[in-house]
C-alpha cells in the first residue's frame, strides 16, 4: 500500500498531471504514464514535494475482482519505484485491457520503461 503522501487523490491534480502545463505522457502495450514534474517557481499547497502517483483501471480492463487484482499489482510495483522518482513528481499510470492478462514482473517491466522514457526525456 502507498503511504497518504504518496497517493495522488484529487480529481484536479490527475487532469493537471494528464492535461496541464508541462505534462509529458509514454505509453506501451499495457500502460500508459503520464508524468508532471514541478518546476522550481510552482509552490505547492500541500508544503511537501513527495512524489505522488495515481492508478487509472477502467471497466474496459475487467471485471471488478480483475481491476483490483491489476491495481494490487500496480501499486506494488509503484511502491518500489517510489524513492527514484523525483521531488515534486506527479504521476498517472493508466492500464490498457492487455493489462488484465499480465502479471506482476510484466507490469513492473513495462511501467519501468515508460518512467524511463519520461524522466531521462525519451517521451513525447
Do not use: W, Y
Amino acid at each position: 500500500m502507498l503511504p497518504a503522501r504518496h497517493r495522488l487523490t484529487d480529481r484536479a491534480d490527475f487532469a493537471a498531471t494528464i492535461r496541464g502545463r508541462g505534462a509529458r505522457r509514454q505509453g506501451s502495450r499495457l500502460l500508459v504514464v503520464h508524468a508532471r514534474v514541478a518546476d522550481s517557481t510552482r509552490t505547492d499547497a500541500r508544503g511537501d514535494d513527495s512524489p505522488r502517483v495515481g492508478l487509472v483501471v477502467s471497466k474496459a480492463v475487467g471485471n471488478a475482482v480483475t481491476r483490483t487484482r491489476v491495481k494490487r499489482r500496480l501499486r506494488a510495483q509503484v511502491a518500489s519505484l517510489l524513492p527514484s522518482l523525483p521531488a515534486g513528481t506527479d504521476v498517472v499510470v493508466r492500464a490498457n485491457p492487455a493489462a488484465a492478462d499480465a502479471d506482476s514482473h510484466e507490469l513492473g517491466e513495462a511501467l519501468r520503461h515508460c518512467l524511463r522514457g519520461l524522466l531521462v526525456g525519451e517521451g513525447p
